[in-house]
């Protein structure tokens, strides 16, 4: 049965999908902007005071492994149990992660609570996302299904931006355990709003059949599953670190079955559909880079916003934060707390004298102490997480510029393929990061913050790449993807997430080895640019194949 259509505009389907992920991405988006921050906090009420590669081991670890996880639970759906009771499934257990992570001293239950949202993300992510793309697979449907993704894809920003304010006014005001509470709030609304819409989604939980030529589940789990538990336990156990902690290593090498499936998919497939997955796995390819430096925002970013930016707030913009609760008090009082960055321990002074400004709040440690506030007096602070909401914030401002911009291409006969859009993207995706080196070589600083102005600009570059790439990539899977591997594909899509964030969150636990910050985001600066540069000879190609494949109804 299929739903009726409004006489113009898009379907109910639409919007009732729209608001499940904007409340899914508020609770996500909260989690993981904060997340970080309270795994290093040695000053708030109940943060956990890791070291820097600890928490960014953690971070990377959960940002992998929760964009992993789709592939199983993509797959599980295909199959099994649909695309609808998938996303209750996954959203039950995301809401869960984030109530045990809201509980007090919460001890080894923040390994349980990552573990749930691991999990539940898994059989969310990749079936809300097909099922948008089966909604639009109608032939009247199919010409709106790229402005579908970007609507969808605002929803996804709008939570974005929202939640780091509220995390903010929460952790300032009570503290993180509130801050993960709202998440799992969040999480609640979605599944409910879900669950009133059923009956405009319901005809697109189609299962398609599985075909002669498919890996049955039995060996997936016997060649890919068990091979990929093994593969982790062996890097996990593997004498010394490959790369950097066993978390790391015993995640690189779990993949390692998952990709090889993969690939077994593409090598068992005939004729059109060996192309069309052979032309997804190319754009995966290079989405991993771009996913890389995205995921910084919640990695080295978050430590560049909280430690190397200066956040004191104009008096004017205190006004106007304050009643709100949004600024964060520092001051001089001594304190028992490390110095985060190993860097700093070796800054001397024009005399010699080693500055470590130990015993206070940490921002202090690269702040000119002419700067510092008189004693018994504070610094009124910008939160650091509200600086998350400044990618979103360019979403939502620039996303009718760059649609409105593809538009004018359009009419003037010269519209970007999707291949040349993700060419195009991770070049710029690679400008971003060259923002950032100019920011760390602008300065010494260890000695001197610098202004939030890079940090505000970068995103606003990056975001332009994002434009480009993300919802497209979401739309791109569900034309390109054989049918009956749409959820499958879909896990891939977010499989490049993974490893995007793992990248991301090994290149952090290395941070404080990097002498001269510059090499640090210069390395993902050349990866990008080169990556995009080389992609753009074959978008022809690639474009011919994603053209054949959105006109077929297979």
């Given at each position: 049965?299929?739903?009726?259509?409004?006489?113009?505009?898009?379907?109910?389907?639409?919007?009732?999908?729209?608001?499940?992920?904007?409340?899914?991405?508020?609770?996500?988006?909260?989690?993981?902007?904060?997340?970080?921050?309270?795994?290093?906090?040695?000053?708030?009420?109940?943060?956990?005071?890791?070291?820097?590669?600890?928490?960014?081991?953690?971070?990377?670890?959960?940002?992998?492994?929760?964009?992993l996880?789709?592939?199983?639970?993509?797959?599980?759906?295909?199959?099994?149990?649909?695309?609808?009771?998938?996303?209750?499934?996954?959203?039950?257990?995301?809401?869960?992660?984030?109530?045990?992570?809201?509980?007090?001293n919460?001890?080894?239950?923040l390994?349980?609570?990552?573990?749930?949202?691991?999990?539940?993300?898994?059989?969310?992510?990749p079936?809300?996302?097909?099922?948008?793309?089966?909604?639009?697979?109608?032939?009247?449907?199919?010409?709106?299904?790229?402005v579908?993704?970007?609507?969808?894809?605002?929803?996804?920003?709008?939570?974005?931006?929202?939640?780091?304010?509220?995390?903010?006014?929460?952790?300032?005001?009570?503290?993180?355990?509130?801050?993960?509470?709202?998440?799992?709030?969040?999480?609640?609304?979605?599944?409910?709003?879900?669950?009133?819409?059923?009956?405009?989604?319901?005809?697109?939980?189609?299962?398609?059949?599985?075909?002669?030529?498919?890996?049955?589940?039995?060996?997936?789990?016997?060649y890919?599953?068990?091979?990929?538990?093994?593969?982790?336990?062996?890097?996990?156990?593997?004498?010394?670190?490959?790369?950097?902690?066993?978390?790391?290593?015993?995640?690189?090498?779990?993949?390692v079955?998952?990709?090889?499936?993969?690939?077994?998919?593409?090598?068992?497939?005939?004729?059109?559909?060996?192309?069309?997955?052979?032309?997804?796995?190319?754009?995966?390819?290079?989405?991993i880079?771009?996913?890389?430096?995205?995921?910084?925002?919640?990695?080295?970013?978050?430590?560049?916003?909280?430690?190397?930016?200066?956040?004191?707030?104009?008096?004017?913009?205190?006004?106007?934060?304050?009643?709100?609760?949004?600024?964060?008090?520092?001051?001089?009082?001594?304190?028992?707390?490390?110095?985060?960055?190993?860097?700093?321990?070796?800054?001397t002074?024009?005399?010699?004298?080693?500055?470590?400004?130990?015993?206070?709040?940490?921002?202090?440690?690269?702040?000119?102490?002419?700067?510092?506030?008189?004693?018994?007096?504070?610094?009124?602070?910008?939160s650091?997480?509200?600086?998350?909401?400044?990618?979103?914030?360019?979403?939502?401002?620039?996303?009718?510029?760059?649609?409105?911009?593809?538009?004018?291409?359009?009419?003037?006969?010269?519209?970007?393929?999707?291949?040349?859009?993700?060419?195009?993207?991770?070049?710029?995706?690679?400008?971003?990061?060259?923002?950032?080196?100019?920011?760390?070589?602008?300065?010494?600083?260890?000695?001197?913050?610098?202004?939030?102005?890079?940090?505000?600009?970068?995103?606003?570059?990056?975001?332009?790449?994002?434009?480009?790439?993300?919802?497209?990539?979401?739309?791109?899977?569900?034309?390109?993807?054989?049918?009956?591997?749409?959820?499958?594909?879909?896990?891939?899509?977010?499989?490049?997430?993974?490893?995007?964030?793992?990248?991301?969150g090994?290149?952090?636990?290395?941070?404080?080895?990097?002498?001269?910050?510059?090499?640090?985001?210069?390395?993902?600066?050349?990866?990008?640019?080169?990556?995009?540069?080389?992609?753009?000879?074959?978008?022809?190609?690639?474009n011919?194949?994603?053209?054949?494949a959105?006109?077929?109804?297979?």
């Amino acid at each position: 049965m299929s739903e009726v259509l409004p006489k113009k505009g898009h379907p109910r389907g639409l919007y009732i999908l729209f608001f499940t992920e904007m409340w899914e991405r508020f609770g996500y988006y909260l989690m993981v902007g904060i997340l970080l921050l309270y795994l290093k906090d040695t000053v708030s009420h109940g943060g956990r005071g890791m070291d820097i590669s600890v928490a960014a081991d953690i971070v990377g670890s959960y940002i992998a492994l929760v964009y992993l996880t789709p592939f199983i639970g993509g797959l599980i759906a295909d199959r099994y149990i649909g695309y609808r009771r998938a996303i209750f499934l996954g959203g039950s257990l995301m809401a869960l992660g984030y109530f045990l992570l809201a509980i007090p001293n919460s001890g080894s239950l923040l390994y349980v609570a990552l573990a749930s949202v691991i999990i539940g993300n898994g059989f969310f992510k990749p079936n809300i996302s097909t099922l948008l793309g089966n909604i639009y697979n109608r032939e009247d449907l199919k010409p709106k299904k790229d402005v579908a993704y970007n609507i969808f894809y605002m929803g996804i920003n709008i939570g974005a931006f929202i939640c780091n304010f509220v995390a903010a006014y929460l952790r300032n005001n009570y503290t993180w355990n509130y801050a993960f509470f709202a998440a799992g709030a969040g999480m609640v609304l979605s599944v409910i709003w879900f669950a009133t819409g059923q009956k405009h989604i319901k005809h697109a939980d189609v299962i398609k059949p599985v075909q002669k030529e498919d890996m049955p589940f039995s060996k997936i789990v016997t060649y890919v599953f068990i091979p990929a538990v093994l593969a982790g336990v062996v890097g996990w156990m593997i004498k010394g670190n490959l790369f950097g902690s066993d978390s790391n290593d015993a995640f690189l090498f779990a993949c390692v079955p998952i990709i090889i499936f993969y690939f077994s998919v593409w090598y068992r497939c005939k004729g059109f559909d060996k192309k069309r997955i052979g032309t997804l796995f190319i754009l995966f390819g290079v989405a991993i880079i771009f996913w890389n430096i995205y995921n910084q925002n919640a990695t080295s970013l978050t430590i560049w916003a909280d430690t190397y930016t200066q956040r004191e707030t104009p008096q004017a913009a205190q006004k106007i934060l304050k009643p709100f609760g949004f600024l964060q008090i520092v001051n001089t009082k001594p304190k028992d707390v490390p110095v985060l960055d190993e860097q700093f321990r070796a800054q001397t002074d024009a005399n010699g004298n080693v500055i470590t400004h130990q015993g206070v709040d940490p921002y202090f440690q690269n702040l000119p102490k002419s700067e510092w506030p008189a004693e018994g007096q504070d610094l009124k602070l910008v939160s650091t997480e509200i600086y998350q909401s400044i990618n979103p914030f360019w979403i939502i401002v620039l996303t009718p510029v760059i649609v409105g911009f593809f538009g004018w291409l359009k009419a003037k006969g010269k519209e970007l393929s999707t291949p040349t859009k993700f060419a195009w993207g991770t070049v710029i995706a690679g400008l971003s990061s060259v923002i950032m080196v100019v920011a760390c070589l602008s300065t010494n600083v260890y000695h001197n913050k610098v202004s939030s102005a890079w940090i505000f600009a970068s995103y606003g570059v990056f975001t332009i790449s994002e434009l480009f790439m993300s919802p497209v990539g979401l739309s791109l899977v569900s034309k390109v993807a054989p049918r009956r591997f749409t959820a499958l594909m879909m896990g891939g899509w977010f499989i490049t997430t993974s490893l995007g964030g793992k990248i991301a969150g090994i290149m952090t636990g290395f941070w404080d080895k990097f002498d001269n910050k510059a090499v640090f985001f210069g390395i993902s600066a050349v990866a990008a640019i080169v990556a995009g540069f080389a992609l753009l000879p074959l978008t022809k190609k690639l474009n011919e194949v994603v053209v054949q494949a959105s006109a077929s109804n297979d």
